[in-house]
């Protein structure tokens, strides 16, 4: 099943990191601003604009591309 | 004709000659050596003791496991704990290899699943894994359950604690601002480890309420912030000294205050021996906690994480002005508004599932001591004693409750009442003082194969 994973820019390491150590290194991540929580309604939903268009490609391009591309992202995959 | 089989003596010294991990040369410089595992980030900061193979051989002579024996896999890099790696950590941290057998067995705690050890290494929550260390072995080990118990000047306690918290950045990945992303963390994670004082507990030792004997050892881990004084050197009485402790436990701040969690109370002997003198059991503690540790839902609103997430069901939010009509209403109008109670602790294992549990009061009764030998801790906090639930036997709790005659609640006021609860009294350096570890997500306890 296509699935986007959002991650905010402080916890992009920690994302990676922890898809490569449950073997998944290519895991597609649509990835916003940091922070997200506590913040005004306006930085809401200027973060959901930033992840929109990245959750729609995740779930819409092939696996495998995708796979591929996020895995070459990863400095350390 | 001898036999062809070895003997079991031949096949562990065998087994224990099979060390796996990689060598590798190193200055033969203690301080060069420090230089590089920190470098590597293979320690908390402090100097270790270089893991050499005559230091880990010596280390494993303190336990009758091969060193290829899997205790665990840890996340979140899925690291395997085997004996052999485990004590390699804990030469690191300074351990000597009585104290192994405890080691192994918080590395079982930790990786019970009920304590969401994923979750745990990689929250944002300064949470720490608690070692409480109970039985005879507590006695023999000289782990300190007096002055100062989560305080400096006992080897056992400062490297016990010490070699899980290797093992968890070492096996488990747990790397500080990488994958353990804790905001503040706390002191404790450095080393979190104090033992029971059973001999001045008026109480059940922990591990016996947990269905253990008195006789065996016992290692409970519990995931705890840092300890808070409650200082109370005015009250004689049972509710006196406990609505102190209530008072402590209901602040804005607090993770439980909003969701589900334990909350674990330390008592002094003294404050213990005062609160027993009065009659009180320890679920009348707990009962007592429960009711008291409260706000004013209108303060409650107004901070915290309020709003995030539904709130648990016996926070009552039908606010009468600023207040909120009591879930289980007594004659205390300072407390009967209101909402939150630290002290309800439901455990909440993190998240991956979603599951709460509830109404498991905590606080735990220990008492102060040193030292002992046997084995350690067995699985009491078994997932079958939890009651999961969306909390509507509550209500009728609740609402039995107002029925009941005010405190100091009599035995068997509590009856009914969810046993799940640790409420550990314990020993304490000031006198007159107790403390209090907010939002205890898990625990876990493991009786000792060793």
Known sequence: MPTATIVTEAFLEAARRQARNLGIPGLPLAIVEHPFAGQARETVEARAEQAAPQVVTILTEPAELLADRFARADPAA | ?450
């Open chain 2, 1 to 450: 004709m001898s036999t062809t089989h070895p003997s079991a003596e031949t096949v562990d010294a065998a087994a224990k000659s099979l060390l796996t991990s990689e060598r590798e040369r190193f200055p033969d410089s203690i301080i060069e050596i420090n230089q590089r595992l920190y470098e590597r980030g293979w320690t908390d900061g402090l100097p270790v003791i270089p893991p050499t193979e005559e230091a880990v051989r010596w280390m494993l002579g303190g336990t009758d496991r091969g060193p290829d024996e899997l205790i665990a896999v840890l996340p979140p890099a899925q690291g395997e704990a085997t004996v052999e790696k485990i004590a390699i950590n804990a030469v690191m941290a300074g351990c000597r290899p009585e104290y192994l057998p405890i080691v192994i067995t918080t590395i079982e705690c930790v990786a019970e699943e009920r304590l969401n050890l994923y979750g745990r290494q990689t929250t944002t929550h300064p949470g720490a894994p608690l070692i409480i260390v109970n039985g005879p072995m507590a006695r023999e080990l000289e782990v300190n359950a007096g002055f100062n118990v989560f305080g400096q000047g006992w080897r056992a306690n400062a490297t016990i604690g010490r070699a899980l918290r290797l093992c968890l950045m070492n096996i488990g990945g747990g790397t500080p601002g990488k994958t353990d992303r804790a905001t503040h963390g706390h002191p404790g994670k450095y080393s979190y480890c104090i033992a029971e004082n059973e001999a001045a507990n008026p109480w059940e030792p922990l591990h016996v309420e947990r269905g253990l004997a008195r006789e065996t050892s016992a290692v409970t881990v519990i995931w705890a912030e840092a300890p808070h004084n409650i200082n109370d050197q005015r009250n004689e009485s049972a509710p006196g000294i406990l609505r102190t402790a209530a008072s402590v436990m209901a602040t804005l701040g607090g993770n439980g205050f909003y969701r589900q969690g334990e909350a674990l109370l330390v008592l002094s002997p003294e404050h213990a021996a005062t609160i027993a003198g009065d009659g009180w059991t320890k679920d009348d503690v707990r009962r007592f906690l429960f009711e008291q540790a409260r706000e004013r839902f209108g303060r409650v609103k107004q901070g915290g994480i309020f709003g995030l997430g539904d709130l648990p069901r016996w926070i009552d939010q039908h606010e009468v002005g600023d207040q909120v009509g009591p879930p289980g209403g007594h004659a205390d109008g300072d407390v009967r508004g209101a909402a939150a109670g630290g002290a309800e602790e439901a455990e909440y294992f993190g998240g991956a599932k979603g599951d709460v549990f509830r109404e498991r009061h905590d606080a735990a009764v220990f008492v102060e001591e040193r030292a002992g030998n046997g084995e350690l801790l067995g699985r009491s906090w078994a997932a079958s004693e939890l009651v999961p639930g969306d909390g509507a036997h509550l209500d009728d709790r609740a609402r039995a409750r107002e029925l009941v005659e005010p405190f100091p609640f009599r035995a068997g006021a509590g009856e009914g009442m969810d046993e799940k609860v640790g409420v550990e009294v314990h020993a304490h350096q000031k006198p007159m003082s107790s403390s209090l570890m907010r939002r205890i997500s898990a625990s876990g306890s493991v009786r000792s194969k060793s």
